[in-house]
DNA sequence: CAGGTGACTCTTT
DNA sequence: GAAAGAGCCACCT
């Protein structure tokens, strides 16, 4: 992706990242920002999330907040919203801490060819 | 044009 | 290790 691009251009590149990320795994935001080619573009992959909609069955629950070098956690403030991140995510495999963070090296997802 | 805001992240107290 | 500040950038008033 180039500078010039098109917002739309960035948000399908989002989107596509987020679609190739596999079962039990999860990918911090600014992780998908770069990977779409979009440096500190970590905003606006929130973005791009807030304003998905079900029809395009993302897989939403993979893409979580870093925390610090070892661990994530889950981005949504509702509370609703955070434990339904949380159930899916533990369906399909990825273990929480107690105190609700996901260890990044057990559960980060690395790309093959980055 | 001028703020305010967020499903963010990093640094400094 | 919590809290605060700063940087960030698209969007909406």
Redesign the pocket.
């Known amino acids: 992706m180039a500078q010039g691009d098109s ?2 251009q ?2 399908s590149a989002i989107y596509a990242v987020i679609r190739a990320i596999p079962r039990g795994k999860v990918m ?6 770069e990977l779409a080619s ?15 909609d079900p029809t395009m069955k ?1 897989p ?2 993979r ?7 070892l661990r ?7 509370d609703r ?1 955070a434990m339904r ?1 949380r159930r899916l995510l533990q369906k399909e495999g990825v273990r929480f801490e107690r ?1 609700g963070s996901i260890r990044l090296h057990l559960f980060a997802w690395i790309p093959p060819d980055a």
Do not use: F
């Open positions: 917002n739309a960035r948000y911090t935001y600014g992780q998908v920002a979009i440096p500190r573009g970590h905003r606006m992959v929130a973005t791009a999330l807030r304003n998905s993302l939403w629950q893409v979580v907040a870093k925390r610090d070098r994530a956690r889950i981005a949504i403030v509702d919203g991140q105190d």
